[in-house]
T-cell receptor, first 115, second 116 residues
Framework: DAGVIQSPRHEVTEMGQEVTLRCKPI?????LFWYRQTMMRGLELLIY????????DSGMPEDRFSAKMPNASFSTLKIQPSEPRDSAVYFC?????????????FGEGSRLTVL | LAKTTQPISMDSYEGQEVNITCSHN???????ITWYQQFPSQGPRFIIQ???TKVTNEVASLFIPADRKSSTLSLPRVSLSDTAVYYC?????????????????FGQGTTLQVKP
């Protein structure tokens, strides 16, 4: 398997623009997580899905952030409108929780810079 | 969710054994202890997981005392390539359908610097 695939790897945009980050989890995994990492706040869990259903979105900073998982092989994280404080590396991770190992497989991340 | 406390940073030299201890006083009965490693510009990578006593794999060992309020990740004979941030996580890893959260929260991590 190719692992968790994220796109784009890097994005630079201007304040106010819409940003869409994409994730393809590992085939067969039933959990999908979105994390955000900054120097100041470390790795923050934003939202996670189980079988395409959002389970906990309490980490989503505000209404400007939204995430969807229309099917088992694709998820998006959207920021609209974007702000400079949204600059961070956004990671997507998936896991096969039925195995009870709890191992998360992370993508390489999407580095977002909002000017 | 149980909170974890681990040292912010550690230094070591090549060839030495490194032990990183994590405190998790409020660990719950269903919680497992998991350690991840993260290199710059990469996502975290699973190292090892345990529930109690000792677990060993080809990369590391994990020691968990009987009260489970702490755990120690042991890296044998580290090399320069082991320089990374190491995260200790505590959480229930059972499926949501079992009534657990399935949530995994990362703490601040320990930055390990291995010197030649």
């Amino acid at each position: 398997d190719a692992g968790v695939i994220q796109s784009p790897r890097h994005e630079v945009t201007e304040m106010g623009q819409e940003v869409t980050l994409r994730c393809k989890p590992i085939s067969g995994h039933d959990y999908l997580f979105w994390y955000r990492q900054t120097m100041m706040r470390g790795l923050e869990l934003l939202i996670y899905f189980n079988n395409n259903v959002p389970i906990d979105d309490s980490g989503m900073p505000e209404d400007r952030f939204s995430a969807k998982m229309p099917n088992a092989s694709f998820s998006t994280l959207k920021i609209q409108p974007s702000e400079p404080r949204d600059s961070a590396v956004y990671f997507c991770a998936s896991s096969f929780r039925a195995a009870n190992t709890g191992e998360l497989f992370f993508g390489e991340g999407s580095r977002l810079t909002v000017l | 969710l149980a909170k974890t406390t681990q040292p912010i940073s550690m230094d070591s030299y090549e060839g030495q054994e490194v032990n990183i201890t994590c405190s998790h006083n409020n660990i719950a009965t269903n919680d497992y202890i998991t350690w991840y490693q993260q290199f710059p510009s990469q996502g975290p990578r699973f190292i090892i997981q345990g529930y109690k006593t000792k677990v060993t794999n080809e990369v590391a060992s994990l020691f968990i005392p009987a009260d489970r309020k702490s755990s120690t990740l042991s890296l044998p004979r580290v090399s320069l390539s082991d320089t990374a941030v190491y995260y200790c996580l505590v959480g229930d890893h059972l499926s949501v359908s079992s009534g657990n959260t399935g949530k995994l929260i990362f703490g601040q991590g320990t930055t390990l610097q291995v010197k030649p």
